[in-house]
């Protein structure tokens, strides 16, 4: 990929096994591989206590509580200066080829002709059950869970995109995990990639 940028961003819900994906796929393609460590780095740059990242991470309880919220209304000055700080790394980041996982890496990003934009998805009782074994929880706490972060994710991006984007939205690869093994979704990303550096 010598003298050519291609960036992956990877949306998904939870539940698909984005993370895991995004390790492979950076193992398999050489690229480095961006996650958590943007928000380490936003908050570095904001002066924002690193304790605090958890609680802004996608998981804000006002996302979760309010989200018949306005998009004006505010979710906290310290939130806003977080994610801005974000969008920042992201864009930083994204100078050179990599992959991203979430953040919105995909809106922030949008009009990056780089950029491979996938979106990972499956059905609710699937990603339940996944939950249930992973975390080793009832299928009923599971289910708690997993809609849980759908909304806050949900309200996530509305309130950073002023309401104009959604997870499936503008994406060049969607693939379904119900259907679909990590290792198939690898390497179809993988495949796309490699189609597009052939454009290039």
């Known amino acids: ?13 939870f539940g698909t096994n984005g993370h895991e994906m995004g390790m492979i796929l950076s193992e398999k393609l050489g690229l480095p591989f961006y996650d958590k460590d943007i928000l380490t780095k936003a908050a570095h740059e904001s002066g924002i206590e690193l304790d605090k990242v958890k609680e802004a991470d996608e998981k804000i309880n006002s996302r979760i509580l309010k989200p018949l919220l306005g998009y004006s209304a505010g979710i906290g000055e310290e939130e806003d200066l977080l994610f801005q700080a974000e969008e920042r790394v992201i864009r930083q980041v994204a100078e050179h080829s990599c992959i991203i996982i979430g953040h919105l ?22 990603r339940v059950k996944k939950i249930a074994k992973k975390y080793r929880i009832s299928k009923e706490e599971s289910r708690k869970v997993v809609r849980r972060m759908d909304q806050a994710r949900n309200n996530f991006y509305a309130y950073y995109s002023n309401g104009k984007w959604e997870h499936s939205k503008g994406k060049d690869l969607i693939l379904n995990r119900a259907t679909i093994s990590l290792e198939q979704c690898v390497d179809m990303i993988a495949h796309l990639v490699e189609l597009k550096m052939k454009e290039k």
């Open 105 to 126: 890496a995909d809106y922030i990003l949008k009009d990056d002709p780089d950029c491979i934009k996938v979106f990972i998805y499956a059905p609710f009782e699937e």
């Open 1 to 13: 990929m010598a003298g050519k940028k291609i960036i992956i961003t990877i949306a998904r819900e």
